[in-house]
């Protein structure tokens, strides 16, 4: 048998001669589980051994580790079988594994996997199928202790006789053990571990000390025949975490105590100093497992001690040929500096961002609150106590426990609570779940408004904490304070129910250095917290407002004064300004925009005016990233750049959106920018194609088209009225043109409802008065259209008055008798922009010029079997009426109807560049 391997270890030599009928139903029983361990390299290949080479290799380490202690013959048989056995659940059939991946426990926890596991690079291959395969192994080698115990107690079941020995039981011993080696070792001190623990008839045994061996003899399996090197040279890896792991074993020759009893020693002879490092880590973890085991042998009373006090690592070294001397060295970093930095103006410009972190803090617990309860009535207050000079900030998420306080909300750059696998495990998963919090420094920038805090909080089926925070660099205190003691907010009537009541929920109190007015707070709200997804209340000194959601960019706070009224804020920040576009909006729908909603994409979309950036603006769960807008418009289908501003094809439109869920970008700290990375970049194409979606649907629904010339051009009279600009600046038509060239339109056809701009009234034709269509009006009797160019004339600077009236003159006067049309034509005129007027035309239409003379151009147009752009053709039609010479008829045609006099016309005639410009 092999287990006859270990007979010369003592601990069998001592079981043998002390117990030889429980030697021999040990060995039967370790016998049997052999060759199912030796299946588990198959199933984890890349994996460090957990078969039975590691298993023995184990308890040739507890036999050295036990050092002094004298264990009983039953400790000893539980000590071995738990060795035995605390690997079995990564052994998993194929059957058992398609009930896993169809389980609800795997369902909630794949998505963190599956983050986990793409963050940190671990995989070399980008095969959706080796991802898949390496999200099921780590869902096994995470649950294995538990598994492990389920397979033990259901494989030799309490109530069945033959798997008792003289009436003792020891399975339940055995499984609690094998469940504990993976345990947080605090649990160790909890029922049902004890130094006492019954396995029948009267007989105790020490299971906590029979835990902690196998956990450091675990652990410190710290040796090149773990990870079987010579095996795998020949084979490459998927996992890039594997190979790592992999060499730096391979450096190692073997992990052992020493004979004085003092340490444990390491050697190792490196040739990479990433192996180096990470040896020398590993065996860290050893040491501060070893100093925790004789923290918990302590508290729990154990009869039993370990002798080694260190791990010695002086036997790490450099190889012969190693090209590098390790050094130890590392930053030193200042807690109290590095602190200060962190809270101070250096990270965040506003102080307020503070109160910004809290808001966020409670998005978080509310969002993940919903997981369980989808039809939560979630809220957040801000509540102001004047008097106290104290801001509270109450929502009713999750709440918190002491745990995830010590171990989340007051862990600096560690893993948020939010996305980690005990939130998985007790609130579940959702694929497109919206966490804010990812950098865990936010917490602390509350100190940059308060000098002290009080955390009240209640966790689902945990004793409600009230947590006092002095100061940064002082330990925290859990105070013993009555439930009915918790904040409240009894003076003004919410109808809500207070997060105690509701049994979850959290009171962030911050005792602030300064007093804060109410115009301070609520300018802030109004600008950072635009909309998010649960209701936002604020109570100041018992006046109480509900904060709306903010779609609008009106802002009146120029009219406000230090001792305006609550009301008067209300209105002037939060609600829509009563003036201009919104007191008086036109009638075209292109304007009137609604809410549109994709997944994870909430927003508007405008049709861009002259200085359309200041109302172009974009938010995360609700909060506003102040310069969120650039990345998005950086886009390469847009083709803006901020930092080359003379030479780029702006963005044809304005947008007002919130991003949620998988659409969520990762910020800077102080999460005013979008960080610049390919994750972000993949983010902000899927968002742009949406907006661009969205605005190809404003152009459909264009239908009052306004024009008028001015400078020699046509312009679009909606932005006039949109901006309550007087001056009449150029509207959509310059930004679409500039952006819909037929080569971009090649480019984004295949997602761009492209067929819209068939929808959208572009044109107008002239009878007696100007009558807006779109493609699809012209379509059903494009032959009765005539399209008319007006060409244009290039002047010196000095005649811009006269080419104005020039302009007006063509374009106006008596139309049809000048260009001899026919009156049973509908005249079309096309201005100067070929692209947004042209380019939908010519996916329609064939065009045909039927008459080409020195005042304009007159086009027919017939209809196309397919939608199609021939880019030959666009650029044929741009090129019309270049290089044309012009005749005396068109200045004494001009002299005749103007009012120039005969020098001001001669030296107009005189002065005149005779180069035509097209379209």
Same mark, same amino acid.
């Given at each position: 048998?092999?287990?006859?391997?270990?007979?010369?270890?003592?601990?069998?030599?001592?079981?043998?001669?002390?117990?030889?009928?429980?030697?021999?139903?040990?060995?039967?029983?370790?016998?049997?589980?052999?060759?199912?361990?030796?299946?588990?390299?198959?199933?984890?290949?890349?994996? $460090?051994?957990?078969?039975?080479?590691?298993?023995?290799?184990?308890?040739?380490?507890?036999?050295?580790?036990?050092?002094?202690?004298?264990?009983?013959?039953?400790?000893?048989?539980? /000590?071995?079988?738990?060795?035995?056995?605390?690997?079995?659940?990564?052994?998993?059939?194929?059957? &058992?594994?398609?009930?896993?991946?169809?389980?609800?426990?795997?369902?909630?926890?794949?998505?963190?996997?599956?983050?986990?596991?793409?963050?940190?690079?671990?995989?070399?291959?980008?095969?959706?199928?080796?991802?898949?395969?390496?999200?099921?192994?780590?869902?096994?080698?995470?649950?294995?202790?538990?598994?492990?115990?389920?397979?033990?107690?259901?494989?030799? +079941?309490?109530?069945?006789?033959?798997?008792?020995?003289?009436?003792?039981?020891?399975?339940?011993?055995?499984?609690?053990?094998?469940?504990?080696?993976?345990?947080?070792?605090?649990?160790?001190?909890?029922?049902?571990?004890?130094?006492?623990?019954?396995?029948?008839?009267?007989?105790?045994?020490?299971?906590?000390?029979?835990?902690?061996?196998?956990?450091?003899?675990?652990?410190?399996?710290?040796?090149?025949?773990?990870?079987?090197?010579?095996?795998?040279?020949?084979?490459?890896?998927?996992?890039?975490?594997?190979?790592?792991?992999?060499?730096?074993?391979?450096?190692?020759?073997?992990?052992?105590?020493?004979?004085?009893?003092?340490?444990?020693?390491?050697?190792?002879?490196?040739?990479?100093?990433?192996?180096?490092?990470?040896?020398?880590?590993?065996?860290?973890?050893?040491?501060?497992?070893?100093?925790?085991?004789?923290?918990?042998?302590?508290? $729990?009373?154990?009869?039993?001690?370990?002798?080694? +006090?260190?791990?010695?690592?002086?036997?790490?070294?450099?190889?012969?040929?190693?090209?590098?001397?390790?050094?130890?060295?590392?930053?030193?970093?200042?807690?109290?500096?590095?602190?200060?930095?962190?809270?101070?103006?250096?990270?965040?410009?506003?102080?307020?961002?503070?109160?910004?972190?809290?808001?966020?803090?409670?998005?978080?617990?509310?969002?993940?609150?919903?997981?369980?309860?989808?039809?939560?009535?979630?809220?957040?207050?801000?509540?102001?106590?004047?008097?106290?000079?104290?801001?509270?900030?109450?929502?009713?998420?999750?709440?918190?426990?002491?745990?995830?306080?010590?171990?989340?909300?007051?862990?600096?750059?560690?893993?948020?609570?939010?996305?980690?696998?005990?939130?998985?495990?007790?609130?579940?998963?959702?694929?497109?779940?919206?966490?804010?919090?990812?950098?865990?420094?936010?917490?602390?920038?509350?100190?940059?408004?308060?000098?002290?805090?009080?955390?009240?909080?209640?966790?689902?089926?945990?004793?409600?904490?009230?947590?006092?925070?002095?100061?940064?660099?002082?330990?925290?205190?859990?105070?013993?304070?009555?439930?009915?003691?918790?904040?409240?907010?009894?003076?003004?009537?919410?109808?809500?129910?207070?997060?105690?009541?509701?049994?979850?929920?959290?009171?962030?109190?911050?005792?602030?250095?300064?007093?804060?007015?109410?115009?301070?707070?609520?300018?802030?709200?109004?600008?950072?917290?635009?909309?998010?997804?649960?209701?936002?209340?604020?109570?100041?000194?018992?006046?109480?407002?509900?904060?709306?959601?903010?779609?609008?960019?009106?802002?009146?706070?120029?009219?406000?004064?230090?001792?305006?009224?609550?009301?008067?804020?209300?209105?002037?920040?939060?609600?829509?300004?009563?003036?201009? /576009?919104?007191?008086?909006?036109?009638?075209?729908?292109?304007?009137?925009?609604?809410?549109?909603?994709?997944?994870?994409?909430?927003?508007?979309?405008?049709?861009?005016?002259?200085?359309?950036?200041?109302?172009?603006?974009?938010?995360?769960?609700?909060?506003?990233?102040?310069?969120?807008?650039?990345?998005?418009?950086?886009?390469?289908?847009?083709?803006?750049?901020?930092?080359?501003?003379?030479?780029?094809?702006?963005?044809?439109?304005? /947008?007002?959106?919130?991003?949620?869920?998988?659409?969520?970008?990762?910020?800077?700290?102080?999460?005013?920018?979008?960080?610049?990375?390919?994750?972000?970049?993949?983010?902000?194409?899927?968002?742009?194609?949406?907006?661009?979606?969205?605005?190809?649907?404003?152009?459909?629904?264009?239908?009052? $088209?306004?024009?008028?010339?001015?400078?020699?051009?046509?312009?679009?009279?909606?932005?006039?009225?949109?901006?309550?600009? &007087?001056?009449?600046?150029?509207? /959509?038509?310059?930004?679409?043109? &500039?952006?819909?060239?037929? *080569?971009?339109?090649?480019?984004?056809?295949?997602?761009?409802?492209?067929?819209?701009?068939?929808?959208?009234?572009?044109?107008?034709?002239?009878?007696?008065?100007?009558?807006?269509?779109?493609?699809?009006?012209?379509?059903?009797?494009?032959? $009765?259209?005539?399209?008319?160019?007006?060409?244009?004339?290039?002047?010196?600077?000095?005649? +811009?008055?006269?080419?104005?009236?020039?302009?007006?003159?063509?374009?106006?006067?008596?139309?049809?008798?000048?260009?001899?049309?026919?009156?049973?034509?509908?005249?079309?005129?096309?201005?100067?922009?070929?692209?947004?007027?042209?380019?939908?035309?010519?996916?329609?239409?064939?065009?045909?010029?039927?008459?080409?003379?020195?005042?304009?151009?007159?086009?027919?147009?017939?209809?196309?079997?397919?939608?199609?752009?021939?880019? &030959?053709?666009?650029?044929?039609?741009?090129?019309?009426?270049?290089?044309?010479?012009?005749?005396?008829?068109?200045?004494?045609?001009?002299?005749?109807?103007?009012?120039?006099?005969? *020098?001001?016309?001669?030296?107009?005639?005189?002065?005149?560049?005779?180069?035509?410009?097209?379209?």
């Amino acid at each position: 048998m092999r287990i006859d391997e270990c007979n010369n270890l003592d601990i069998f030599k001592k079981l043998k001669s002390e117990d030889p009928n429980l030697y021999k139903y040990v060995i039967n029983y370790c016998e049997k589980i052999i060759e199912k361990l030796d299946t588990i390299k198959d199933i984890f290949e890349e994996y $460090t051994d957990h078969g039975w080479s590691h298993s023995k290799k184990l308890l040739q380490l507890g036999d050295q580790l036990l050092g002094d202690n004298k264990l009983s013959s039953w400790e000893i048989a539980v /000590f071995i079988l738990a060795v035995c056995y605390h690997d079995v659940g990564m052994y998993c059939s194929s059957e &058992e594994l398609n009930e896993i991946i169809n389980s609800k426990e795997f369902e909630n926890v794949y998505p963190y996997l599956r983050e986990n596991i793409i963050s940190m690079n671990q995989l070399n291959s980008k095969d959706e199928q080796v991802l898949e395969r390496f999200i099921q192994l780590e869902f096994l080698r995470r649950k294995h202790n538990t598994r492990s115990y389920k397979w033990i107690l259901d494989k030799y +079941k309490k109530d069945k006789e033959e798997y008792y020995f003289d009436g003792i039981y020891l399975w339940e011993a055995v499984a609690l053990a094998a469940f504990g080696h993976t345990l947080n070792i605090e649990e160790l001190a909890k029922r049902p571990y004890s130094t006492e623990f019954s396995i029948g008839k009267g007989i105790t045994i020490d299971l906590v000390f029979i835990t902690c061996l196998l956990r450091l003899t675990d652990i410190s399996h710290l040796s090149r025949d773990r990870a079987l090197p010579y095996i795998r040279k020949s084979k490459d890896f998927y996992s890039q975490k594997s190979l790592n792991i992999w060499k730096s074993y391979a450096d190692i020759a073997d992990t052992i105590p020493s004979k004085n009893g003092d340490c444990i020693k390491v050697s190792a002879s490196c040739s990479d100093y990433r192996n180096h490092r990470a040896i020398i880590e590993a065996a860290t973890y050893i040491e501060e497992e070893l100093k925790r085991e004789h923290h918990i042998l302590f508290k $729990t009373n154990s009869e039993y001690k370990f002798s080694w +006090k260190f791990v010695d690592t002086s036997h790490v070294i450099e190889a012969h040929d190693a090209n590098y001397i390790y050094s130890g060295s590392r930053f030193k970093l200042n807690f109290n500096k590095i602190t200060e930095l962190l809270i101070g103006s250096r990270l965040y410009r506003n102080k307020l961002f503070a109160l910004r972190e809290c808001l966020q803090n409670s998005i978080d617990a509310l969002n993940v609150c919903k997981l369980k309860n989808p039809y939560l009535d979630g809220y957040i207050v801000i509540k102001y106590c004047k008097e106290n000079n104290f801001l509270e900030i109450f929502d009713n998420g999750t709440g918190m426990d002491k745990e995830i306080c010590s171990n989340h909300l007051l862990s600096i750059g560690t893993e948020s609570f939010w996305v980690s696998e005990r939130r998985h495990n007790d609130w579940g998963a959702k694929n497109n779940l919206s966490i804010i919090a990812s950098h865990g420094i936010g917490f602390l920038s509350t100190f940059m408004i308060a000098d002290k805090i009080d955390v009240f909080s209640k966790y689902p089926d945990k004793d409600p904490i009230h947590m006092v925070i002095d100061s940064f660099n002082t330990s925290v205190v859990f105070k013993k304070t009555s439930q009915d003691q918790f904040p409240m907010w009894k003076e003004v009537n919410l109808e809500k129910p207070l997060p105690w009541n509701q049994g979850h929920g959290t009171c962030i109190r911050l005792y602030l250095r300064e007093s804060i007015s109410k115009l301070e707070l609520m300018e802030f709200i109004s600008e950072h917290i635009l909309r998010i997804s649960n209701e936002l209340i604020l109570i100041y000194n018992n006046e109480k407002i509900i904060i709306p959601e903010k779609w609008h960019f009106g802002n009146n706070s120029y009219q406000l004064k230090s001792d305006s009224s609550f009301d008067e804020i209300k209105v002037a920040l939060f609600d829509k300004p009563k003036e201009g /576009f919104y007191n008086n909006p036109p009638k075209d729908n292109s304007l009137q925009k609604s809410l549109f909603e994709y997944n994870g994409l909430k927003g508007k979309v405008y049709l861009k005016s002259e200085n359309g950036f200041d109302q172009t603006r974009i938010s995360q769960n609700g909060i506003l990233i102040n310069n969120g807008y650039e990345f998005i418009l950086e886009s390469p289908l847009l083709e803006y750049s901020f930092s080359k501003k003379k030479s780029y094809r702006s963005s044809p439109f304005v /947008f007002d959106i919130d991003v949620t869920g998988n659409n969520c970008f990762e910020l800077d700290a102080e999460r005013t920018r979008i960080i610049d990375e390919e994750r972000n970049k993949a983010i902000r194409e899927k968002v742009i194609k949406n907006l661009l979606k969205e605005y190809f649907n404003c152009i459909s629904s264009i239908e009052s $088209t306004l024009y008028f010339p001015c400078g020699n051009k046509y312009y679009h009279g909606a932005d006039s009225i949109y901006n309550n600009n &007087e001056n009449l600046v150029i509207c /959509f038509h310059k930004y679409l043109d &500039e952006f819909l060239t037929p *080569e971009k339109f090649q480019r984004i056809k295949s997602f761009c409802p492209v067929e819209k701009l068939f929808d959208g009234k572009l044109y107008i034709y002239f009878e007696n008065r100007n009558v807006p269509v779109s493609v699809n009006d012209l379509k059903d009797d494009i032959e $009765t259209y005539v399209f008319y160019i007006p060409k244009k004339f290039k002047f010196n600077d000095g005649f +811009k008055n006269e080419i104005s009236q020039f302009s007006n003159w063509i374009n106006h006067k008596q139309s049809k008798e000048l260009v001899k049309i026919s009156n049973s034509n509908k005249v079309v005129i096309l201005p100067n922009f070929p692209n947004s007027f042209v380019l939908p035309l010519l996916l329609q239409f064939n065009f045909e010029i039927v008459k080409d003379d020195y005042l304009h151009y007159l086009i027919k147009f017939n209809q196309k079997e397919n939608i199609e752009i021939n880019l &030959e053709e666009m650029n044929n039609f741009k090129t019309l009426g270049k290089n044309k010479e012009i005749s005396d008829d068109i200045f004494e045609i001009y002299k005749e109807e103007s009012e120039l006099s005969e *020098e001001n016309f001669n030296n107009l005639k005189t002065n005149f560049d005779d180069e035509f410009w097209g379209l």
